[in-house]
């Protein structure tokens, strides 16, 4: 079983900078995907970025690409998304995953409980 606890939401103005961190544990995180997906209100969650635990190869969403950076600290157990040049727009409750990659909701199994960002304008 795959535990995973993100931290590091909160409110921002656009154009600022915010960091979330997303906590692993469990005996067979290291062999998944990692990825950050957001779900605003009256939408469905959608996929932001992932990165390979064993090699760190990333992929983004092309409305976050050039603006986020997801990376993976393995001393730490931890993946981290660096979010620059916010917009009111990527203001949503930002998950953690942990699943075979891609960009799909449904090939991540295991989910964190969700940080709230908040994005003013």
């Known amino acids: 079983q795959v535990q995973l606890v993100e931290s590091g939401g909160g409110l921002v103005q656009a154009g600022g900078s915010l960091r979330l961190s997303c906590a692993a544990s469990g005996p067979t995180f290291s062999s998944y995907a990692m990825g950050w997906f957001r779900q605003a209100p009256g939408k469905e969650r959608e996929f932001v970025a992932v990165?390979?635990?064993?090699?760190?190869?990333?992929g983004y969403a092309d409305s976050v690409k050039g603006r986020f950076t997801i990376s993976r600290d393995t001393a730490k157990n931890t993946v981290l998304l660096q979010m620059n040049s916010l917009k009111p727009e990527d203001t949503a409750v930002y998950y953690c995953?942990?699943?075979?990659?891609?960009?799909?909701?449904?090939?991540?199994?295991?989910w964190g409980q969700g940080t709230q960002v908040t994005v003013s304008s």
């Open positions: 990165i390979s635990w064993s090699n760190g190869i990333t």
């Open positions: 995953a942990a699943g075979r990659g891609g960009t799909a909701v449904g090939r991540y199994a295991y």
